[in-house]
């Protein structure tokens, strides 16, 4: 199987299969998306204990990208730190050249840096879908700053 055919099924089996799919009760930290060039949507539920993700549940409508890359990102949340939350955001950003500095996914670097989020760094070859790929991960960097702002 090809790096891209293996990358385009995780990408769809996220879309179909989305994890962490909900919403939280309790108290939790709440934050919402739009994409007004597609009309995608996305909802975050965010739980921190302790400076430490416990908890997160996502809902969103929109395409397979979006879709696919929050259901990454929530999984890739759990039990990370909030310094680890901002350094994963920032190197999920580079890979998308959303942010200058080198693409922290580096054939000759050993070990994977963002696990299946690596899947969506062919979305780059696409600018218009890069917004796509970002929405969840604009969306989280706003739940942080409520975080921020509620302590």
């Known amino acids: 199987m090809a790096l891209d055919e293996l990358y385009r099924e995780v990408i769809l089996d996220h879309y179909r299969n989305p994890r962490r799919k909900g919403s939280l009760d309790g108290d939790h930290i709440h934050a919402e998306g739009q994409n007004p060039s597609c009309g995608d949507e996305f909802s975050l539920d ?17 395409c397979s990208i979006s879709q696919a890359s929050g259901s990454m990102m929530a999984e890739a949340l759990m039990g990370k730190t909030l310094n680890e939350v901002v350094e994963m955001t920032h190197n999920f950003k580079r890979m998308m050249g959303i942010v200058e500095g080198d693409n922290p996914v580096d054939a000759d670097r050993p070990g994977s840096v963002l696990g299946d989020l690596e899947a969506l760094q062919g979305v780059r070859k696409f600018p218009v879908r890069v917004k796509c790929a970002d929405l969840p991960w604009t969306t989280l960097e706003s739940a942080i700053k409520n975080a921020e702002g509620a302590a």
């Open 46 to 62: 965010l739980r921190i204990d302790d400076d430490t993700v416990s908890d997160v549940a996502i809902q969103g409508i929109g």
